[in-house]
Every structure is written in structure tokens, then in C-alpha cells.
């Protein structure tokens, strides 16, 4: 288990701990995890093959929509894409129109002000050598929803 994974563990079983004791933590202000199960995943999508690729007339394709949509069935909930351009949907996110923002986006993403962002669920080396950690954002607050998805990366073992 990779230093990523073990800190997940934790976090999560931190999480489960206290939950055992009647607090309610995490929370979600906007009750995200709780519309999304057993109903819609709006995911914003932006190109950045092989991690997202957009269609025209199809749904979103590549690494990230693969992980999303297992994530989705593991909550019985159908996708709703939205492709866009990273501000433009960070913006959505923020105006709490979309769940989940997917797109390549690394750990030393710029949107940190703007969104929750995921311990980094992958590594890849850039062309030039260089380490990159993969994370997924969320809305700002939605922590009950931010731990279940890096609940589901943990052990769905990112990139498949």
C-alpha cells in the first residue's frame, strides 16, 4: 500500500471512528452525498486525454469518466456530463451545479480557492520527468461526499 492509500486509510477510518459516536462528521451543508445517491452525478469534463476526452456527440471517454462512472454505479446514480472549460466549471461548482470537476487536474491545481480538491488518487510522470499527482474537485463544504469518493479511489486503486 502506497503512502497515498495509507493516508486515505486513515482519514476514512478517523472518519468512521467518529461517526460511531453520534457526531455527524463530515457533513454536507448542500446534502450532495445524499442527492447523488440514487440520483444524479453532474460531472464537469474537461479534455486533457488519455485522463478525459470529449465528443461531440458522446459521452465523455478516458481514464477519469471510467473511474467516475464505477464511482456512480457504486452509488446508483446516473452521470450527467458537462463538458466546458476548467473555469467555466469551477464556476458551476462553486454555483453548485455540478458535483465532481475531472480533467487531469494535478495537485498544484490553481482552483484551491475555489473547490475541495482529492488527496491524489494517481501518479504519472510528465514528458519531462516529472512527478505529477492526479485529484479530483469537488464543492467547497461537501465533505460527506469528498470522503465517499476518496473512499471509492482508495479502493478502487485509481487508474485502471
Same mark, same amino acid.
Given at each position: 500500500?502506497?503512502?497515498?492509500?495509507?493516508?486515505?486509510?486513515?482519514?476514512?477510518?478517523?472518519?468512521?471512528?467518529?461517526?460511531?459516536?453520534?457526531?455527524?462528521?463530515?457533513?454536507?451543508?448542500?446534502?450532495?452525498?445524499?442527492?447523488? $445517491?440514487?440520483?444524479?452525478? $453532474?460531472?464537469?469534463? @474537461?479534455?486533457?486525454?488519455?485522463?478525459?476526452?470529449?465528443?461531440?456527440?458522446?459521452?465523455? @471517454?478516458?481514464?477519469?469518466?471510467?473511474?467516475?462512472?464505477?464511482?456512480?454505479?457504486?452509488?446508483?446514480?446516473?452521470?450527467?456530463?458537462?463538458?466546458?472549460?476548467?473555469?467555466?466549471?469551477?464556476?458551476? =461548482?462553486?454555483?453548485?451545479? =455540478?458535483?465532481?470537476?475531472?480533467?487531469?487536474?494535478?495537485?498544484?491545481?490553481?482552483?484551491?480557492?475555489?473547490?475541495?480538491?482529492?488527496?491524489?488518487?494517481?501518479?504519472?510522470? @510528465?514528458?519531462?520527468?516529472?512527478?505529477?499527482?492526479?485529484?479530483?474537485?469537488?464543492?467547497?463544504?461537501?465533505?460527506?461526499?469528498?470522503?465517499?469518493?476518496?473512499?471509492? =479511489?482508495?479502493?478502487?486503486?485509481?487508474?485502471?
Amino acid at each position: 500500500m502506497g503512502r497515498i492509500a495509507r493516508s486515505l486509510a486513515v482519514i476514512v477510518g478517523a472518519v468512521i471512528a467518529l461517526s460511531g459516536c453520534g457526531l455527524a462528521i463530515p457533513a454536507d451543508p448542500h446534502g450532495t452525498l445524499d442527492q447523488v $445517491r440514487d440520483g444524479s452525478l $453532474r460531472v464537469g469534463v @474537461s479534455a486533457n486525454p488519455p485522463w478525459t476526452d470529449t465528443h461531440d456527440d458522446r459521452e465523455p @471517454s478516458g481514464i477519469e469518466p471510467r473511474l467516475v462512472q464505477r464511482f456512480a454505479d457504486e452509488l446508483n446514480a446516473e452521470v450527467e456530463w458537462t463538458e466546458g472549460g476548467e473555469s467555466t466549471l469551477v464556476s458551476a =461548482l462553486e454555483r453548485g451545479e =455540478l458535483d465532481i470537476v475531472i480533467g487531469g487536474i494535478l495537485d498544484d491545481t490553481p482552483w484551491v480557492d475555489q473547490a475541495a480538491m482529492t488527496l491524489p488518487y494517481t501518479d504519472s510522470t @510528465s514528458e519531462h520527468g516529472d512527478r505529477e499527482r492526479h485529484v479530483m474537485l469537488t464543492r467547497m463544504g461537501e465533505n460527506a461526499f469528498l470522503v465517499e469518493l476518496e473512499r471509492f =479511489l482508495l479502493g478502487n486503486g485509481g487508474v485502471t
